[in-house]
């Protein structure tokens, strides 16, 4: 099992209309290698299904330290100063952003045989965000962890990774952080958009979770999860 990063960005761009292909080309050519050559991940390139103009990519570091470096080294570089213009002609907003972790010792992406250049069947994955209160993030996981995620994966789904909120400051300011919320975060894989149809229709028909929530995480968890759905691009390692 090959671990990932032990921080993740999770990103969500909102583009100029018709711009997404734009984007997704120059960014599969020229901003994969050159990044991770600064010893960063970038685990991930998607077209959300639910927003032709939102393109959505994880990007991973081994620490806080390696992250405010690499950063700095890429944002001051020769491939960004080279395409920079090209890449921002296409975005309206880049800001939408939550730093993440690990929610546990298996809620890193297991990234093991994984190559880019390998075709390979693409699957329909989610990103499913649950806004938490910061003081109910240890139960909210325990709950995360004991409870619904048997039950989803009883239903037929892959989770592929857990992340929380990581409240370090933020130490490359240029770039914004969605710092003020606190989230868990889990990510999961499909077969194509019919399958992840029929998987939410069997863990309807199983779980209530208002009959299994701890009282005390009911006011957080019936706030309604946000739901990515996301069609990983040519290149994207996760798929």
Same mark, same amino acid.
């Given at each position: 099992?090959? *671990?990932?990063?032990?921080?993740?960005?999770?990103?969500?761009?909102?583009?100029?209309?018709g711009?997404?292909?734009?984007?997704?080309?120059?960014?599969?050519?020229?901003?994969?290698?050159?990044?991770?050559s600064?010893?960063?991940?970038?685990?991930g390139?998607f077209?959300?299904?639910?927003?032709?103009d939102?393109?959505?990519?994880?990007?991973?570091?081994?620490?806080?330290?390696?992250?405010?470096?690499?950063?700095a080294?890429?944002?001051?570089?020769?491939?960004?100063?080279?395409?920079?213009?090209a890449a921002?002609?296409?975005?309206i907003?880049?800001? +939408?952003v939550? @730093?993440?972790?690990?929610?546990?010792?298996?809620?890193?992406?297991? @990234?093991?045989? *994984?190559?880019?250049?390998?075709?390979?069947k693409?699957?329909?994955?989610?990103? +499913?965000?649950?806004?938490?209160?910061?003081?109910?993030?240890?139960?909210?996981?325990?709950?995360?962890?004991?409870e619904?995620r048997?039950?989803?994966?009883?239903?037929? =789904?892959?989770?592929?990774?857990? @992340?929380?909120?990581?409240?370090?400051?933020? +130490?490359f300011p240029?770039?914004?952080? *969605?710092?003020?919320?606190?989230?868990?975060?889990?990510?999961?894989?499909h077969?194509?958009?019919t399958?992840?149809?029929?998987?939410?229709?069997?863990?309807?028909r =199983?779980?209530?979770?208002?009959?299994?929530?701890?009282?005390?995480?009911?006011?957080?968890?019936?706030r309604k999860?946000?739901?990515?759905?996301?069609?990983?691009?040519?290149?994207? @390692?996760?798929?």
């Open positions: 099992m090959q *671990r990932c990063c032990s921080i993740i960005e999770l990103r969500q761009y909102t583009l100029h209309q711009m997404r292909d734009t984007l997704i080309e120059l960014f599969d050519r020229e901003f994969v290698e050159s990044q991770e600064l010893g960063m991940r970038i685990i390139q077209r959300d299904l639910d927003d032709p939102r393109f959505v990519w994880l990007r991973g570091f081994d620490s806080m330290a390696t992250r405010g470096k690499a950063l080294a890429f944002y001051g570089g020769p491939v960004w100063q080279t395409h920079r213009d921002n002609a296409t975005m907003d880049s800001d +939408n939550l @730093l993440l972790r690990p929610g546990g010792a298996d809620g890193d992406f297991d @990234l093991a045989g *994984r190559d880019r250049e390998r075709s390979a693409s699957h329909l994955i989610t990103a +499913n965000i649950q806004y938490i209160a910061s003081d109910a993030g240890p139960d909210f996981i325990e709950f995360f962890e004991a619904m048997p039950r989803m994966e009883a239903a037929g =789904t892959q989770i592929l990774a857990t @992340l929380v909120t990581d409240s370090s400051p933020n +130490n240029a770039l914004p952080l *969605r710092d003020r919320e606190h989230v868990l975060v889990w990510f999961e894989r077969d194509g958009e399958g992840y149809l029929d998987y939410l229709t069997r863990l309807r =199983t779980t209530d979770w208002r009959e299994v929530a701890p009282f005390a995480l009911l006011p957080q968890f019936m999860a946000e739901v990515l759905r996301l069609m990983p691009s040519a290149r994207s @390692l996760l798929r």
